[in-house]
Structure formats: C-alpha cells, structure tokens
C-alpha cells in the first residue's frame, strides 16, 4: 500500500487552515451589525426622548405665555376699568316715572337736593351728590325710577365710567335686561320686538312697577298701543283691565 504524501497532507492543512478563518470571520461580521442596529436603537430612542422634552417644554412654554398675557390683559382691564372721577363732575338723571321728585339730603358739608318735574324730565347734580342719592335712596336707581343717562367733566369721564365706579354694570350693561336709560324704547315697536319686550321684563322684574307707569303714561299720550306688549304687562301684574 503507498503511504500519502507530503503534498496531500499541506494540501488538508491549507484547507482547514481556511475552514477556521471562514469560520473565525462570519462572527465578525454579526458583531459589526448588532453594533450597527444596537446604535441605531439607542440613537432612535434618545432622538424620541429628546423630542419628548422639548415637546414637553414647548407646552409648558406656552401655557406660561398664555397666563402671562391673561395677567397682563387683567391689568389692562383693571386700569381701564376704573377712573378716578372728581366730586365735581356733572351728572344727569333722567326719570322714568310720573309726577314730581324731589329729593333733600343734608349731610353737613354737602347739602343736595334737586328736583325732577315729570316722566322724562331730567336734572343735573354732581358726582357728590349723586354718591350721596345712591347711598340715600338705592331702590329709585336699582328699580330704574331716576336713570342715569350722562356726564359731563373736564376730564375724561363718560356716563359709562359713572355707572362703573357704582357698580352697575348688571342694570345697565345686560343685554338681556331693561336698560333703565331706554325705557321709552321698550314702548318703541321700531325698536324692541314684542318678543324682545317679554324677555327682557321677565328678566327685570325689579323694574316691573317702573315699566308699568311708563307705559301707562304713554298710553295715555297715544304713543304705546301695542296689545301684546299691553297683555304682557297685564300678565305680570294680574291686572286684566290695565291700559282700557
């Protein structure tokens, strides 16, 4: 039998030697792209944390800016609202009742007293003494008998800053309520709607006495004729024969 040869047995060598190399490099290629997907993933992941905080701090951002500009908006306001108003601005008060009114106040350093002669009748006193009626005699204003209907000042004061500073901003400035300035309106067909007119009694109850002698006293001038608005008022007050 022939024995093998040096050749044949470099021959195996070489090709184990070459098994082992292929075998040593497919792990390394394996490492190299779980290196490669491992930093993808933490990459991703810090990417999406990232975002998160700045999302996070973009919202927190914002609602700061908005409760700073609520708190600026509330300081405009809050100047706005309020003007200092001198004793000595004029004031005018209008009524919306019949007959005389008189009222008398001596309060030592200021006496007031003016008078209002009928129905749509007005009188000027000044801020002083306007302070002093409201203190006086609440319900004339609160029921709209005496309105305030405007002022007048050297400065910058309106009627509206007047009412304001009394707070009366719900009598007056309600849309949905009888503004004690426009009584007659209500009477005013062109004006108020009969639907308009029951809406706004029924949320001025208050004020109920006062329409009714308004529109009596325009009824008897021939300027309110209106049945429905006649029968709302009748309603209210359980008075069936009211305005015949």
Not at 203 to 216: F, Y
């Amino acid at each position: 039998m022939a024995k093998p040869t040096n050749t044949s047995k470099n021959t195996t060598k070489r090709e184990v030697k070459q098994e082992v190399k292929q075998e040593i490099k497919t792990p390394e290629i394996d490492i190299k792209n779980l290196i490669q997907q491992v930093t993808e993933e933490v990459s991703y992941k810090l990417k999406t944390e990232y975002e998160l905080k700045i999302s996070d701090l973009e919202k927190k951002l914002s609602e700061k800016t908005t409760e700073i500009l609520k708190v600026e908006n509330n300081v405009k306001v809050n100047k706005n609202k309020y003007k200092f108003i001198p004793d000595n601005t004029k004031v005018r008060l209008k009524s919306n009742i019949g007959g005389l009114f008189t009222f008398s106040e001596d309060r030592g350093k200021v006496r007031v007293y003016f008078q209002i002669d009928n129905f749509g009748q007005s009188a000027t006193i000044s801020y002083e003494e306007l302070s002093i009626f409201i203190s006086s005699k609440p319900t004339f204003i609160n029921k709209g008998a005496i309105a305030i209907v405007d002022a007048y000042s050297d400065t910058d004061i309106t009627v509206e800053d007047i009412i304001i500073d009394k707070r009366l901003e719900k009598l007056y400035f309600d849309e949905n309520k009888i503004n004690p300035m426009c009584i007659e309106d209500l009477f005013d067909d062109n004006i108020t709607s009969e639907k308009e007119f029951e809406m706004k009694l029924n949320n001025s109850l208050e004020m109920a006495e006062t329409v009714m002698e308004a529109g009596h006293i325009l009824y008897k001038k021939g300027l309110f004729t209106n049945n429905t608005k006649m029968n709302t008022i009748r309603q209210i007050f359980r008075k069936p024969n009211l305005f015949k």
